[in-house]
Nanobody
């Protein structure tokens, strides 16, 4: 059964760092576009960072450019989100998504990131 499991969330002070992981089972991430989304309380889900399977192209929301880095380890079937210089407004539930480019989408259940002093 296809599944995505996020991990690595937690409580961190402003300016701190966290590294999220999204591990897939039942399919191979190497052929999927992998995306991190987040949803803060009372707000819509937004795209944070995307890694395309072709050409290793990446894309980021303007709000995280220069602070967040998406990467993938195909051997571990895992995608990561390195988050540096975290801000209060980065507080959200972070979700991992896999897109096959053919209409197949998988979602994880999310991992909570709280930035607070």
């Amino acid at each position: 059964q296809e599944q995505l499991v996020e991990s690595g969330g937690g409580l961190v002070q402003p300016g701190g760092s966290l590294k999220l992981a999204c591990t897939a089972s039942g399919f191979t991430v190497s052929t999927y576009a992998m995306t991190w989304y987040r949803q803060a309380p009372g707000k819509e889900r937004e795209l944070v960072a995307r890694s395309f399977s072709i050409g290793r192209t990446t894309d980021y929301a303007d709000s995280v450019k220069g602070r967040f880095t998406i990467s993938r380890d195909n051997a571990k079937n895992t995608v990561y989100l390195q988050m540096n210089n975290l801000k209060l407004e980065d507080t959200a539930m972070y979700y991992c998504n896999a897109d096959s480019y053919t209409g197949i989408n998988y979602w994880g259940k999310g991992t909570l990131v709280t930035v607070s002093s």
